[in-house]
């Protein structure tokens, strides 16, 4: 044995892969491996022999379940397919009937040279201040 136990993903690997001969020589020397290697070849047996048996019949009444279920027309499928078209169409009608552009005095520049100016102005006064005029009322909080 050379120290090294493959880990059950080396083994999970092989046996998937049909590459047993990458840890057949170890599973000859290490008796831990071998017993892994063999449990896992009897689980994937039972597996494989589960899925065998399943009764044909059970098989065709649960198709003809699914196949009965896709016939039904469901409630969305009753709709004829123009109504989502109209809706989409009336929502857009409606908002090109309501929509109001912004009236012409803020679009002018002489409204937004003098708003400008008062708030150039009124960042210069904020930044002479020593102190932010949000903290005022924070103090009065805790002054007594």
Not at 21 to 37: F, I, K, P, R, Y
């Amino acid at each position: 044995m050379n120290g090294q136990h493959k880990t059950e993903q080396e083994l999970l690997e092989a046996l998937y892969c049909n590459d047993s001969a990458t840890v057949d020589s170890h599973l000859g020397e290490c008796e831990e491996c071998g017993q892994n290697w063999r449990t896992l070849q009897e689980r994937r047996t039972e597996l494989l022999r589960v899925e065998e048996d399943i009764p044909a019949d059970f098989l065709a009444a649960q198709r003809r379940a699914i196949y009965q279920r896709l016939d039904k027309r469901s409630y969305a499928s009753s709709w004829p397919k123009w109504v989502p078209a109209l809706a989409i169409a009336l929502m857009l009608i409606l908002g090109v009937f309501y929509f109001q552009p912004a009236s012409s005095q803020f679009a002018s520049n002489k409204w937004k040279s003098e708003s400008d100016a008062q708030f150039f102005s009124e960042v210069t006064i904020a930044e002479q201040q020593a102190e932010p005029a949000a903290v005022a009322p924070l103090r009065g909080l805790f002054e007594e």
